[in-house]
């Protein structure tokens, strides 16, 4: 099959189909009634599948769009300026840029890598956040770009939480991926908020649909400052119908699954480069001599010089990028004068 790797549209982690059909037509037949506003009742469905599909109380969600305004809508009600957060480093990029706007302080709580795998030292945070009370921890869960679990079990959540006042928010974007969740504990706890995402397994990045899962009050208190009319007709439409038989997602996430172990074995056999393994739909990896150059739309640069990271894509395309990598990787003047596998790697 012939590759071209500047086609390849694998940084953003996506999934690389379409929805079904079932999907697209329900957003095609709203758009003919463009013309009105979008229903209170089509609004009111949505949060009941969210939270059916989540297993909490329609009380507990807030369906909104993307994650950056989502994660703007409750940063502005939970902090204030001069607040100290925990972040997770490295960590998904767009929470920093919108807590700096708010005024907060950041702190950065560091990952470790261990061999395969990138890990939080619970202990460690447990202690830092009893001496120093923040106000905010922001845990990715999987964890993007290590694509590693972070807390995983409610066990971890439940520890966490009761060490401080202060709110988590838990980014399960990538959940469906790795299989575990912690969000029916957001009806026991005050202080835990979940966010998920229908950009991941559901397919649906383009329609921009996420919801947050949180206690009762914190939703309604997010919601009496969010826009009425947050999310489009067509994209409440199409993710009714994802969510009214949600099979598919989960039938994406085994695809995902299976193809991310297949990458994986191939990306071990490259000299030169590490990969680490991932609960995500993605695979971060680091390049032993520095990265070599190749387009940005295959890979871009992550948190520091020498880690990429490759979004699961058709098998097609994931072939294709593997063998890009590895002409760049021939033809890179660090790799050519040590091209051994293994060597203390
Ligand atoms: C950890 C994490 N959270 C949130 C998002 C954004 O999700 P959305 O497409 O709903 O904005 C992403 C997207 O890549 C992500 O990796």
């Known amino acids: 099959m012939p590759c071209d790797p500047s086609k390849l549209r694998l940084y953003y982690n996506e999934f690389p189909q379409p929805p079904p059909k079932r999907v697209l037509d329900a957003a095609r037949k709203s758009v003919s009634r463009a013309n009105r506003y979008p229903p209170s009742e089509l609004a009111e469905l949505l949060k009941e599948l969210m939270a059916k599909y989540a297993g909490v109380s329609a009380e507990n969600v807030h369906a909104a769009s993307g994650g950056e305004y989502v994660f703007y809508e409750l940063f502005s009600r939970a ?36 061999g395969d795998m ?50 988590l928010l838990l980014d399960e974007a990538y959940t469906e991926y790795a299989g575990y969740s912690s969000a029916s504990l957001v009806s ?5 908020v979940v966010f998920r995402t229908m950009s ?33 007709r067509a994209s409440m439409a199409a993710a009714v119908e994802a969510l009214r038989d949600p099979s598919y997602a989960l039938k994406n996430a085994e695809y995902v699954i299976l193809e991310r172990e ?26 032993l001599r520095g990265m070599p150059k190749l387009p940005l739309t295959l890979m871009i640069p992550q948190f520091a010089p020498g880690f990429a990271r490759l979004s699961i894509g058709t098998r097609g395309d994931d072939d294709c990028a593997v063998r890009a990598l590895a002409d760049a990787l021939v033809q890179d003047h660090a790799y050519k004068a040590s091209p051994v596998k293994g060597e203390s790697e």
């Not at 767009?94 to 890598?113: F, W």
């Not at 649906?204 to 009319?229: C, D, H, Q, T, Y």
């Not at 191939?266 to 990896?285: A, C, E, H, Q």
């Open 79 to 114: 902090v204030r300026p001069g607040d100290l957060v925990f972040l997770l480093e490295p960590t998904f990029s767009s929470y920093e840029p919108i807590l700096r706007a708010l005024g907060c302080t950041i702190e950065k709580v560091p990952l470790i890598e261990k």
């Open 200 to 232: 991941k397994a559901f397919a649906m990045a383009g329609m921009r649909v996420s919801f947050l899962l949180a206690p009762s009050g914190l939703i309604k208190n997010v919601e009496g400052f969010s826009p009425r009319f947050e999310l489009s």
């Open 118 to 167: 990138w890990s939080l030292e619970l202990d460690s945070l447990i202690d830092m956040i009893r001496r120093k009370k923040p106000k905010l921890l922001v845990v990715d869960d999987p964890n993007n770009p290590t694509g590693s679990p972070v807390l995983r079990t409610r066990e971890n959540v439940g520890r966490l939480l009761s060490s401080f006042d202060g709110y």
């Open 262 to 287: 297949r990458l994986y074995g191939k990306l071990l056999r490259l000299n030169g480069v590490k990969p680490y393994k991932s609960s995500t739909n993605f695979i971060m990896m680091k390049f």
């Open 188 to 192: 026991e706890v005050k202080n835990l």
